[in-house]
């Protein structure tokens, strides 16, 4: 395990964003404590994540690091794990903002992202010290940490009430800029990014907003050599927002039913899309995840 850190207000490394008002005063942490200085972007979301949210929360991970920015996540199963995966792979730096003590690993499932994040160049930290367990105490405050280090927070998904959306709570109250995905008005994992919308946030509807506002906001341009992710077409987009059957999809989409069936079949073979045993069509989790 990396050696650890403790900051308090007044240190040289303390992160500049994290003011007097924002009720944080230590930050234990291991890993490369000058992390928490460079330019970051919070990326949050529900832990039972959708496959939608999942794939947002992946481009949102790879978009951030290709574009030189730290992706900071609470490094929780679902989208948490999704985007700073996505940003490791991308070769970008990650801070991992834990709910227990800095030297716990929590969850379990997640030990590649904590081991990630100190192994390129990032830290994990944490509110409560050394040795501390999870609680329903310490993630509400984990949250606040989250909000606090970036100027910018991202929302992929949230429900109401949620832990998500106390995030963009405490964000909005810090002064941050909220980004949103907005998704399905009958959607209960997406209530909370259209509500946020609805309140002014930024909206991310595709890849290109997305670069947008992070060029805007942290006057950095993303390199186009880095732009690898593979165009997988308006049949791939359509199945990440829900599960569907071939022809359903054909509907949807004004194409013939057998163009589509070819299309899964070679989607299938490559490992893009799977076929549930109700006869629907839905993403990989690796390609979700952009692995493939």
């Known amino acids: ?83 700073a995966r996505a940003a490791l792979a991308a070769g970008g730096r990650t801070v991992v903002c834990a709910g227990t003590g800095a030297d716990l690993v929590y969850p379990a499932s997640s030990r590649d992202v904590f081991e990630g994040a100190t192994a390129q160049g990032g830290a994990v930290v944490a509110l409560a010290p050394w040795g501390t367990g999870p609680s329903r105490w310490t993630f509400p405050r984990r949250n606040r940490l989250i909000a606090a280090l970036s100027p910018v927070l991202v929302v992929t998904e949230a429900g109401l009430p949620s832990g998500t959306f106390s995030t963009a709570d405490a964000a909005v109250e810090l002064g941050r800029t909220v980004y949103a995905a907005p998704g399905s008005m009958f959607s209960p994992s997406s209530r909370g990014t259209n509500l946020l919308i609805s309140q002014g946030a930024t909206m991310i509807v595709d890849e290109e907003s997305l670069e947008m506002s992070i060029s805007m906001d942290y006057g950095v341009l993303r390199s186009p050599r880095m732009r690898t992710a593979k165009d997988r077409g308006r049949l791939y987009s359509a199945l990440v927002g829900q599960a569907m059957r071939p022809d359903d999809l054909a509907a949807a989409l004004g194409k013939g039913v057998l163009e589509v069936m070819r299309l899964l079949a070679d989607y299938e073979a490559e490992g893009l899309v799977r076929r549930l045993p109700d006869g629907r069509y839905s993403p990989t989790e690796a390609a979700l995840l952009d692995e493939v």
């Open 1 to 83: 395990m990396t050696a650890g850190f403790e900051l308090v207000p007044g240190d040289d490394l303390w992160p500049p964003l994290v003011g007097e008002g924002s009720g944080i005063d230590r930050i234990y942490g291991r890993g490369d404590p000058s992390v928490l200085s460079t330019p970051c972007i919070s990326v949050v979301g529900a832990r039972r994540g959708t496959p939608y949210g999942l794939a947002v929360a992946s481009l949102a991970g790879r978009v951030a690091a290709e574009a030189g920015l730290t992706v900071v996540s609470g490094g929780a199963m679902g989208v948490d794990a999704a985007a």
